[in-house]
């Protein structure tokens, strides 16, 4: 499936994709081979949703984790902070990544 | 990235008695203290490669001594190293004796004023048993200043013609070391010129050479990916143990983690922000860790530990790029893929610096400086892939004896501070089974 030139994928493993420019509201992305129209801008590297995630679904990025969606997020829909949450404690501790192994396991 | 050539022996290096070989035939002139510095310095001056004169344009209206030639067919290349502390620290005498041993120094000139408390007795008798053209000059034994400038000059003029007949021979990836570091980072740099130094490592690994990627660091959140990709269990556990190590270090430094700005590029989280940097380490397996002056002793991808052990004593673990720079090299690095968004314009003693910029912007700012323009990616006029390919191309014809834009330049950075590192734990590097070619004394 050819990648819309607009975003970059940079793992075969990701769900999700990176504007390789400021995308605006109502530009039509090719994701997947599906029309999707952008509900909000997107700035050059910010991350948008590959396929419809589930809340608490992992989020990977260079086909590691990069965190959790909180909520359910849609096909082409920006991935934040309002929606995405780290795995490795708020920012992180010190506690050598046990909490973050502890959730991964759960 | 099939289409690679498949010829091993596809380099050109200059043999050593440790069975390495070197990719430069530098002669390197290192002071011992700083007091020392600056008639190293003036010796070094005399044999300085003159720029490339250009117009306001930026134009060359004459030629640099540098441009074009290969290093082959030019004078050897006169470089500059040395530690400034006059109290002994063994971090810096190992990375002394590793760098006048490196494979791309072909002769070496110490300078030390004489009370200091490095041991160039033993350095200089490490650089004899490798076979290599060496001296010490004393500067209080030697008549002071400028006698001993004139003394230095005239055996680094003796020393250049002994290597200029020197001849390289066929030199194989698989005897090849790689380094890479980031410097001046921006939101492109995890997006273009990081990943694609991650696939130019993974070819250069398949085909058997080593790669050393570092900066624990800014690694905190990709321990457990890493211990994941580790070749045996022990070896992952320390990697947990080493980015933990990083973690209280910068802490204690008052060193922050995620930033404002990092959330305004397009980063969410902490482990996010780190695998942008993790993202130059490609996909291979890791298959040891070593610290400065650990040579890596199969092909492989290896992590350096740059955080000293103990409770901080001397500051930041690295206090520039190039206090890094020169660790890759002291672990046998015989080149470095440095990848920018913002525009370092650094080089380095010994070992060429490949400048892979990750911002297009940046490129067309500083295209002079800049080996590859890794942002093209953003404008899709190539892919990782295509980028990941023209690093290892260049790489390879750096190895062949092309020099890189910062070599033009003449630029040839080196800084060594204090340090402390206990040695490397059990388990953290493969047992070398077949290779006899990285094996050091």
């Known amino acids: 499936m050819t990648l819309d030139p607009r975003l970059l994928l940079l793992s075969a493993d990701d769900n999700c994709l990176i504007a390789a420019s400021t995308l605006a509201a109502g530009t039509v992305l090719e994701i997947e081979g599906e029309a999707v129209a952008l509900a909000s801008t997107i700035a050059l590297g910010h991350k948008l949703a590959r396929r419809a995630l589930a809340a608490g679904d992992k989020v990977l990025r260079y086909g590691a984790p990069i965190g959790h969606v909180t909520r359910a997020v849609a096909k082409g829909e920006h991935l934040h902070t309002h929606n995405l949450e780290s795995d490795y404690l708020p920012t992180y501790t010190f506690d050598a990544g046990h909490a973050y192994v502890g959730r991964d396991e759960t | ?441």
């Open chain 2, 1 to 441: 990235m099939n289409e690679l050539p498949t010829d091993p022996a596809l380099l050109l290096g200059y043999p050593r008695s440790d069975g390495r070989k070197g990719i430069r035939n530098v002669v390197a002139v290192a002071y011992l203290v700083e007091c020392a510095h600056h008639v190293a310095r003036e010796i070094v001056a005399q044999f300085a490669p003159r720029l490339a004169e250009t117009d306001d344009d930026g134009a060359a209206v004459a030629e640099a001594d540098f441009d074009e030639i290969n290093v082959h067919d030019a004078a050897p290349d006169v470089h500059l190293i040395g530690f400034p502390g006059c109290y002994p620290n063994a971090y810096a005498q190992k990375m002394l004796s590793r760098i006048a041993t490196h494979p791309n120094v072909g002769a070496v000139l110490f300078v030390s004023l004489g009370c200091e408390s490095m041991d160039k007795h033993h350095l200089v008798e490490l650089v004899r048993e490798s076979g290599r053209p060496v001296e010490v000059l004393t500067i209080q034994e030697t008549g002071g200043t400028r006698s001993t400038i004139a003394r230095g000059v005239e055996w680094v003029r003796r020393a250049r013609r002994t290597l200029g007949a020197m001849r390289p021979v066929p030199m194989r990836l698989d005897e090849l070391i790689v380094g890479t570091v980031c410097g001046g980072s921006d939101s492109t740099s995890g997006i273009t010129a990081n990943p694609a130094v991650g696939r130019a490592f993974d070819a250069m690994i398949e085909r058997g050479a080593a790669c050393v990627f570092e900066e624990t660091g800014e690694l905190v959140g990709c321990e457990y990916h890493m211990k994941s990709r580790a070749a045996r269990p022990e070896l992952g556990d320390a990697i947990v143990a080493c980015v933990e190590k990083a973690a209280r270090y910068y802490t204690i430094m008052g060193h922050g983690s995620f930033a404002v700005g990092n959330a305004d590029g397009g980063l969410t989280t902490q482990e996010e922000k780190s695998l942008g940097a993790y993202a130059k380490s490609g996909a291979s397996p890791i298959v040891g860790i070593v610290k400065p002056g650990d040579i890596p002793p199969t092909g492989g991808l290896y992590l350096l530990d740059v955080v000293p052990d103990g409770e901080p004593r001397f500051g930041f673990p690295n206090i520039s790029d190039n206090a890094e720079i020169g660790e890759l090299i002291a672990c046998g690095c015989h080149l470095i893929l440095f990848t920018t968004g913002r525009g370092s314009v650094v080089g380095s003693a010994v070992s060429p610096v490949v400048k892979v910029c990750a911002n297009p912007a940046t490129y067309r700012n500083l295209s002079g400086d800049m080996d590859i323009d890794a942002g093209r990616i953003l404008e899709g006029r190539a892919s990782l892939d295509d980028v990941g390919r023209e690093i290892f191309d260049v790489t390879v014809a750096l190895g062949r004896g092309a020099r890189s834009k910062s070599e033009m330049l003449g630029h040839q950075e080196f800084i060594l501070t204090y340090k402390a590192f206990e040695p490397i734990g059990p388990g953290c590097l493969p047992i070398a089974s077949v290779s006899p070619v990285r094996v050091i004394a």
